[in-house]
């Protein structure tokens, strides 16, 4: 999985660059066909904006943003956005091919 971060206005520190790839990576966890995340973080005074941009297999994108003034909160926000994208999608696909619902019954 390649990995862009990009900071636009802020400068990324080596704390915050690793706590981002840490996160990131477990993703991989809810859909493995994670190509390229792309994260971008922008400073607007006291706001920190973030985006990320998940590229799956498929030509798939997902996509979740969120503002806030603590920046590793957004990203906690953002990551749960994102499972929860990844989650519907992976169920979507699942039962379109036939398999069981996740009630139990045949789609």
């Known amino acids: 999985m390649n990995i862009r ?8 520190n080596d704390s915050l660059r690793n706590y981002i790839e840490d996160k990131i990576g477990k993703l991989s966890r809810f859909y493995d066909r994670i190509h390229e995340v792309e994260v971008i973080l922008d400073h607007a005074g ?13 030509k798939q994108t997902f996509v979740a943003s969120e503002t806030g003034p603590d920046p590793l909160a957004v990203i906690d926000i953002i990551l749960d956005k994102l499972e929860r994208q990844l989650n519907k999608h992976k169920e979507k696909n699942r039962n379109h091919k036939g398999g069981m619902a996740a009630d139990g019954n045949t789609a």
Do not use: C, D, Y
């Open 5 to 12: 971060l990009t900071g636009r206005h802020v400068e990324l």
């Open 46 to 58: 006291e706001q920190h904006a973030v985006e990320i941009i998940v590229r799956a297999g498929h």
